[in-house]
């Protein structure tokens, strides 16, 4: 595998992965913007207008159409938090054409069915259309509806709202219900033409050879665009340590607790910086290995899950565990007994070989799908050096006992959420 990158426009590049172990093609539009309450549900909602309509499809059911005779070509959008950015993705895959009937060049026709999308949406007189904009807040607000019922995911989304009130982290990546409820035909065309005037642009393609004409083709479209004012993408901040411990507790009408604790770490950034923080976070609770799944779960029996993840682009470490309400202290302390012990370096070798191998199998299977590939080439924002999933195996294998150590040594519990259910007679 081998990546190439070529400047496309102010603030725009197109990152060729050839890979030669895939049947499609993939190509991917990711826009990055600032994170802010007042733009996210517009720029969260964005791309999933922009992939059930355009203007040469301007229905739903002619847009698939056309993806069946591309032989099923698949369609995606999302939106991610990577950092203090939005990440606003859309993306096609389509089956190579060496495998078409008469050599027929369905790549050519996918992508150019992207570019219309991203380019030529489905708009009048400045403004999408209000029937299309009201389909896709009804889901976005689902959605939204659905990480509240799901009550692991709102624990930690409460978590790291109260861990970064006031700074762009703790903005949710979908807005909120009455954010979306607010957004109009008139706003969300302001969010496509400040996302094309603004953002950081990055094209992902993952193929066995590269389409040609595609980056110079993305080159003409956005010269049609004022671009200034790019997104810089270098500028996210780390996790500020604590001057004092916060602790949140939620009480609703729920059968098992939730437990989640944020701490900051002395470390951030990308692979290169901040491998050393992941091999800790997995050691202290990345696998059946770890510290906190053998001890806090398995040996004392204090809770039903306990997990540890990192955001290494905020230096940021989670630990979420489900918990019985007179066990959410004990489990608590118990945390924190764990990771005094790898600060002391009292880890095992065994534990420590487990992580490092866990990790490099997980990067090894990056060249099994594509969209591990892309997601993991879209999130590789904040230097300009971009690693491939081997690059990055190769720092970690270069990580000692020590590393992990002093590592742990700077890290601090920041927040602490709890999610508790009622006492009898509580309304």
Request: aromatic share 8%; with cysteine; proline share 3%.
């Amino acid at each position: 595998m081998s990546v190439k990158v070529t400047q496309l426009s102010n603030g725009a590049e197109g990152v060729f992965i050839k890979n030669d172990r895939f049947n499609t093609t993939l190509v991917s539009f990711n826009f990055y913007m600032p994170l802010k309450p007042e733009t996210a549900a517009d720029y969260a909602l964005l791309p999933f207008v922009l992939t059930t309509c355009s203007k040469e499809y301007p229905d739903f059911s002619k847009l698939n159409f056309k993806l069946s005779k591309l032989y099923g070509a698949e369609l995606s959008a999302s939106v991610e938090k990577i950092g203090d950015f939005q990440l606003i993705k859309i993306a096609v895959s389509v089956i190579d054409d060496r495998f078409t009937l008469d050599n027929e060049s369905l790549c050519d026709s996918a992508i150019k069915l992207l570019t219309q999308l991203v380019f030529e949406p489905k708009v009048k007189d400045g403004a999408f259309f209000d029937e299309d904009i009201a389909r896709e807040k009804r889901k976005a607000i689902e959605h939204i509806k659905g990480e509240m019922s799901e009550k692991r995911l709102y624990a930690r989304k409460r978590l790291i709202e109260e861990m970064y009130k006031g700074e762009p982290y703790g903005t949710s990546k979908c807005g909120t219900e009455q954010d979306v409820e607010k957004i109009t035909a008139k706003s969300l065309y302001g969010a496509w033409q400040d996302v094309l005037s603004h953002a950081f642009l990055r094209v992902n393609v993952i193929s066995r050879s590269m389409p040609q004409g595609l980056f110079d083709g993305i080159a003409d479209r956005l010269s049609a665009f004022e671009r200034e004012d790019i997104t810089d993408i270098t500028q996210s901040k780390p996790t500020k340590k604590a001057e004092k411990i916060n602790t949140v507790t939620e009480n609703m009408d729920i059968a098992q607790g939730k437990l989640v604790m944020g701490f900051s770490s002395n470390t951030y950034g990308d692979e290169e910086s901040a491998s050393n923080l992941s091999v800790m976070c997995d050691i202290f609770g990345g696998g059946p290995y770890s510290r906190l799944f053998c001890n806090v779960r398995e040996k004392m029996s204090l809770c039903y899950y306990c997990s540890a993840s990192c955001v290494k682009s905020k230096g940021l470490i989670v630990v979420d565990c489900g918990v019985e309400k007179e066990n959410a202290e004990k489990a608590q302390n118990e945390i924190l007994n764990q990771l005094e012990i790898m600060k002391s370096g009292n880890f095992s070798d065994s534990e420590f070989d487990s992580s490092l191998k866990s990790i490099t199998d997980s990067l090894n299977s990056y060249n099994d799908s594509q969209g591990l590939l892309d997601r993991g080439y879209s999130v590789k924002i904040l230097k300009d050096r971009i690693l491939s999933p081997e690059d990055t195996a190769d720092i970690l294998s270069k990580i000692t006992r020590e590393d992990v150590t002093n590592i742990a040594k700077g890290i601090n519990l920041h927040t602490v959420y709890k999610l508790l259910p009622k006492e009898e007679g509580d309304k």
